[in-house]
């Protein structure tokens, strides 16, 4: 009984002393955790390392934190404030955090303009802390640590962007009540953060002035913080998106403080009644601010009053400021203008209205190679091109098919490119004033040209396949020859090309059609050479073939998705068929469109080779060939032409109306603009000219532009080719093209001044400084 007492003992002090030193661990583990504060990992993309982080080493039960996302960027790369400007996305937070815990919105710190070519974004570089509050629960235990999961998305972007993600998480322990959280290792940063956040503005009064688009905004200052003189630029961010256009933001100082110029958004619809924004003075952090205040920058909510017109203040001084544009100064800034080298403007070979019929065949040939390979890059082959690149794929590993493909597809590009040359010489022999492109000219090649590229897109989408359409002795004698999809591949490659002009081209086909048929059908057959040459090239060089990806479920996702190209090459068709044909034209399109799509739905519901399945795929092609003959466009419903033509007698008002307008195109208008000694500027283009189209929107309407040649008095004229136009083909010819675009600076007594076929702004203004 007295060993049994014994061994009891031993084994109850033995368990004492294994709780002691098990609680002494616990104990030590808690002091430990409280310590070294909260705890977290970093998660590193290739642009970004972010973390959750806190100010302090712990939190109280039921009191409040500051926490944050800490965002690191390489150099050159930013993320977005609130509102991201121009483009981007603001960085948020999705959180799972323990129950009865609360987090707070972002603190934004005062973000920074990123000027990106003509566009302004609102965001951040470097080291970036954004911070927010974090309430713990009222019930946590003293001693344990709470943990804190965010889902962090953010846009981060230089020349192009990127969207990350990352799962964070943060270990935060919970102090006992009464104790001191000692701050962590960052609580600097957080402090820094903090003189960042924008502050109520006080001591200034905001007035806000709108006539019609334009901008107002006067900050009048009530406190002697700063002299006039000594006013730092500052930069005002809206709350709200899409509603000012942040490019236009111009600084003034006043007497009594600060004028903002700013501008509407284009597609901003309904103006609120106030603006809510915040001001940040452009002075190094911890510096004085012309707020009175530690922040930079200040918050302000102002009513929007409307004026029938804004006028500076007197005496009101721009600040410069290099941040305040739209151009770019950002090291690492890739987005630049080609070709845009500030230089002058110069004719080169075939500029002059001679040129093109005596650059000789060798350089027209030349021009003719290096125009065709360069005709792939242009806008209209792109939905093509983008087909010919996924069947190239699915081919990559049987050799033998993929140079039948190449040699097939080359033919049909060549055999394509000889037709539309016979053609367009057997007109011009007949006495037709047609060019390059002038299949195109027609309404019913465009019609025709909608419903091929939207049935493409069908296919693309998986809506039906051909072969199934097809009879069955028809459909085996395709599947045993590929090659022949390869070769109208290349004829549709063609037909889609022809809306463009490639550079380099225009002096070839403008020699082409001065010279004999044999010469001619030469110009044009090495033309079709250089454009089928690229896409052959890759497929017969081995070389290339290894580095394709193998074929796989990526390849249905990317069918699916060139089927938009396609649609948006028929939404750019039927608005050409309306600016031809008129507005019925273009809706009658559409209803053909829609009985088309009806009628793949139809045919793929009667699959079954059933008497009845046959009769009402047949009823269906019938009830649609009635409905394409009905919406055939014709030239009834024809838009007006433009204002006719000024006559020679009416030259100063002319003149008055080319400060602001294009004017129509006569060979009479320019003569006698010529005759009185003035410039003009002619613009040979085409609705279905997508080359035109891109110069015209993003060079020839830019605000500087205009405003050169109105400085210049230079006339300019608009020579629209959508229809077939014999003066217009005539006047083409003077200059040695025979396409569009074209674009002719006609001045009194010297030799035209032909500009490349794709336009900069400093090619056109250069050109205008030198007269």
């Known amino acids: 009984m007295d060993t049994i007492t014994a061994v009891c003992r031993l084994a109850s002090s033995t368990a004492r002393r294994l709780a002691g030193r098990a609680v002494g661990l616990l104990a030590a583990a808690s002091l430990a955790s ?78 920074q303009r990123l000027p990106i070519g003509p566009l302004v974004n609102y965001g951040y570089e470097g080291d970036l802390l954004l911070p927010l509050r974090f309430t713990a629960p009222p019930d946590a235990q003293p001693g344990s640590s709470l943990q804190l999961k965010a889902e962090a998305n953010w846009l981060v972007c230089n020349d192009v962007c990127i969207p990350e993600s990352a799962t964070l998480t943060l270990a935060v322990p919970v102090l006992a009540p009464g104790s001191s959280p000692a701050p962590g290792p960052l609580a600097g940063r957080f402090d820094a953060a903090a003189a960042e956040a924008p502050a109520m503005l006080t001591g200034w009064r905001t007035e806000l002035q709108r006539a019609g688009r334009e901008l107002q905004l006067r900050l009048v200052r009530s406190n002697t913080t700063f002299a006039a003189a000594d006013l730092p630029p500052v930069h005002v961010f809206p709350y709200q998106e899409q509603l000012l256009e942040p490019a236009r933001h111009a600084v003034w100082r006043t007497a009594d403080g600060y004028a903002v110029q700013l501008a509407l958004a284009p597609h901003a619809t309904e103006v609120p009644a106030t603006l809510r924004a915040i001001a940040v003075a452009q002075v190094a952090p911890g510096a004085a601010t012309p707020w009175g205040m530690p922040q930079r920058s200040a918050e302000f909510t102002v009513p929007i009053t409307e004026v029938a017109a804004l006028a500076l203040p007197a005496g009101a001084v721009r600040l410069d400021d290099p941040l305040a544009g739209g151009t770019s100064s950002k090291p690492g800034s890739k987005l630049s203008i080609l070709g845009d080298n500030g230089g002058r403007a110069t004719a080169s070979a075939g500029s002059s209205a001679s040129g093109a019929a005596s650059i000789g065949l ?91 590229f939207f049935a493409l897109g069908l296919n693309l989408m998986g809506q039906f396949e051909l072969g199934n359409l097809m009879p069955q002795g028809l459909a085996t004698w395709r599947a045993q020859r590929p090659a022949v999809d390869a070769f109208g591949s290349g004829v549709l490659a063609v037909l889609a090309a022809s809306p463009c002009t490639a550079p380099f081209m225009g002096a070839a086909l403008g020699f082409a059609v001065t010279q004999p048929a044999p010469l001619a059908l030469a110009v044009f057959g090495v033309l079709g050479l250089g454009m089928a040459l690229p896409y052959m090239a890759l497929v017969l060089m081995p070389g290339w073939r290894h580095r394709l990806p193998r074929p796989g479920s990526w390849m249905l996702r990317l069918k699916q998705a060139l089927a938009f190209p396609m649609f948006a090459t028929v939404v750019w068709l039927v608005w050409v068929l309306g600016l031809q044909a008129g507005i019925d034209s273009a809706a009658q399109a559409l209803l053909a469109l829609l009985g088309l799509s009806a ?45 006719a033509t000024p006559a020679a007698g009416t030259a100063p008002d002319v003149v008055a109306m080319a400060g602001a ?57 608009r020579a629209d080719w959508t229809r077939r136009d014999a003066e217009i083909t005539a006047a083409l010819a003077r200059l040695g093209r025979n396409g569009v675009p074209v674009y002719a600076l006609l001045r009194p007594g010297q030799e035209p001044l032909l500009l490349p076929e794709i336009l900069t702004a400093g090619l056109v203004r250069s050109a205008l400084a030198g007269l």
């Open 34 to 111: 409280v310590a070294l504060g909260a705890a977290a990992q970093p998660v590193r993309t290739e642009h970004v390392t972010a973390e959750l982080v806190a100010r302090n080493t712990g939190v109280q039960p039921g009191q409040q934190l500051q926490i944050g996302l800490r965002l690191q960027h390489i150099p050159h790369w930013h993320t977005y404030w609130r509102n991201p400007g121009d483009s981007g996305l603001p960085t948020t937070l999705a959180w799972t955090l323990p129950a009865g815990a609360k987090a707070g919105p972002i603190d934004w710190p005062a973000p």
């Open 362 to 452: 060798l350089a027209a040939l030349a021009l003719a190679l290096v125009g065709g390979m360069v005709l792939n890059l242009m806008p209209c082959v792109f939905p093509v091109l983008s087909i010919k690149l996924l069947g190239l794929a699915q081919q990559a590993d049987r050799p033998a098919q993929l140079r039948s493909h190449a040699l097939a597809y080359g033919a049909g590009v060549l055999l394509s490119f000889l037709v539309l040359a016979g053609l367009l010489l057997a007109l011009r022999a007949a006495g037709g004033a047609v060019g390059w492109g002038f299949q195109l000219q027609e309404p019913g090649v465009v019609f025709v040209l909608a419903l091929l």
């Open 599 to 643: 009628l793949v739905w139809l045919l793929g519901v009667l699959r079954q080779p059933t008497l009845g399945a046959r009769l009402g795929s047949a009823a269906g092609a019938a009830a649609l060939a009635a409905l394409l003959a009905w919406s055939w466009p014709t030239t009834d419903g024809r838009p007006a032409q433009a204002a």
């Open 661 to 717: 307008n294009w004017l129509p195109y006569s060979d009479a208008a320019v003569a006698a603009q010529l005759a009185q000694g003035r410039t003009v500027f002619v613009d040979f283009t085409a609705a279905w000219c997508v080359s035109c189209q891109v110069n015209k929107r993003l060079v020839l309407t830019q605000p500087a532009v205009v405003a050169d040649f109105d400085k210049a008095q230079v006339v300019r004229m």
